[in-house]
């Protein structure tokens, strides 16, 4: 029997499900994923892992663990992140943002439910379990195997707040880890692509676009009669109809700007995420004051500065010029480099556990920011690759067997890279 196949029969379907439904039901909402985080330190410490944890601030930290190779092989490390999109004082973006489903994980019927199964502590459970399974084997890898889960993947970005404590921003997951020691010749990110092999992804750009009054604001008995909405003193009046301005441009610029790479196509979309204007105590005049925040996705190599230009023009050309117009938050997205030998053993292990080609990639998992990103910034080649299903966005579950899947093919991929020789420093071939 190959290691590989030896791995594979390790691998504990009911252990599987019970650390995947354990670490979901630890609430890790960001910006709170000290307890999960502790947990799978705890885990890997037990399972006799030479663990470690790396973060910039006290309670949110990443955590890493590490099986030792023998020396002259390829490393690997495997990236999760382990905080979930939903808090529960999201009221103002969510209808039911204490729901269970955001905070809690179960099973129904033959599926697994929660958002934390499927963004993203599901995928990590399941390559913990494969590297688990390869290290029960006993047989040591050339190349160093690194596990990861990160914080702050579905993290916010400061906007209007001054600066002093640093409380949310990306960098303090993918980023931090590997700036501060998780490197390694490739990187596996386990999120849900449904088994495709994804090696491209958005970047994005976030505006700050404001308008403020020339003229004092009235008190609603003394507001003059109205004209249209671009003349309004009333400056959410405007905001309003720059949404409406904003909305064909977003319409326009997706088509305009999608992109047909390689490893697949990036469809950069966008639209206002939120809105500043007013005092909900006293509406009793008229405000001064609105911003409207709009969030742009972008593909690779797009200048972020031309993209402002375009969001300018855009709205001088409908007479709703803003005061002000800002990028206060971007991330370039990137198409992997020197990736192949990664893609081409999870393509193997793919045949090894499925039998059929993976799928090509759903736009949507390629035209979205994710974590990729900074391993491939980095210089870390990197793709993403993990479970999905078409019930991810509405029901957030998939199957039991789609994890277990993936632990397997995951186990394949630990034993095939990491027994691959590395070549020696200053070598041609080492850049291969």
């Not at 910039?56 to 030792?68: E, K, Q």
């Not at 994980?105 to 697994?112: N, P, R, S, T, V």
């Not at 500043?276 to 405000?287: F, M, Q």
């Not at 789609?402 to 186990?411: D, M, R």
Request: charged share 25%; net charge negative; glycine share 8%.
């Amino acid at each position: 029997m190959s290691l590989a196949e030896d791995s594979v029969k390790r691998i504990n379907r009911q252990e599987l499900i019970d650390l995947a439904l354990t670490i979901c039901n630890i609430d890790s909402a960001g910006p709170t994923e000290a307890r999960v985080a502790e947990y799978i330190y705890e885990w890997l410490c037990t399972e006799g892992f030479k663990a470690r944890k790396t973060g910039l601030l006290a309670d949110r930290f990443n955590v890493i663990g590490t099986l030792p190779g023998t020396g002259g092989g390829r490393s690997l490390i495997f990236n999760s992140h382990i905080d979930t999109a939903v808090r529960s004082w999201d009221i103002w973006r969510r209808r039911d943002p204490t729901a269970d489903i955001f905070h809690k994980a179960w099973i129904e019927g033959d599926q697994l439910v929660g958002e934390g199964i499927v963004n993203d502590k599901g995928p990590l459970a399941a390559f913990l379990i494969a590297a688990k399974a390869v290290k029960a084997t006993g047989i040591p890898l050339k190349g160093d195997l690194l596990v990861s889960g990160v914080v702050g993947e579905t993290s916010r970005e400061p906007s209007d707040e001054p600066p002093g404590t640093l409380i949310e921003t990306k960098d303090l997951g993918a980023r931090f880890l590997v700036t501060h020691g998780g490197v390694a010749d490739y990187a596996l990110i386990a999120e849900g692509t449904g088994f495709s092999i994804v090696t491209v992804e958005a970047g994005e750009a976030w505006f700050k676009i404001s308008w403020l009054s020339d003229q004092p604001g009235f008190y609603t008995p003394y507001l003059p009669d109205r004209t249209t909405m671009q003349e309004s003193p009333n400056m959410i009046v405007r905001a309003a109809k720059a949404i409406e301005v904003l909305e064909r441009w977003a319409a326009e610029y997706q088509k305009r700007h999608s992109y047909e790479g390689p490893s697949g196509p990036v469809i950069p979309k966008a639209q206002v995420g939120a809105i500043r204007g007013g005092d909900s105590t006293g509406v009793g005049g008229t405000p001064e004051v609105c911003s409207l925040y709009l969030g742009v996705f972008t593909v690779p190599d797009q200048n972020p500065l031309d993209l402002k230009e375009e969001v300018r023009e855009s709205l001088l050309a409908a007479r709703v010029p803003p005061t002000e117009l800002e990028l206060y938050h971007f991330r370039r997205g990137y198409e992997a480099k020197n990736v192949d030998r990664l893609k081409d053993a999870v393509l193997k292990a793919h045949m090894d556990t499925f039998h059929s080609p993976p799928p090509p990639p759903n736009p949507a998992t390629c035209s979205m920011w994710r974590d990729v990103n900074i391993f491939n910034e980095l210089g870390i080649p990197a793709l993403t690759y993990g479970p999905r299903s078409d019930r991810h966005s509405h029901k957030r579950a998939f199957a039991i067997e789609a994890l277990y899947q993936a632990s397997c093919v995951y186990a394949r991929i630990i034993v095939d890279l990491c027994n691959q020789e590395r070549p020696k420093p200053n070598s041609r071939a080492s850049k291969s």
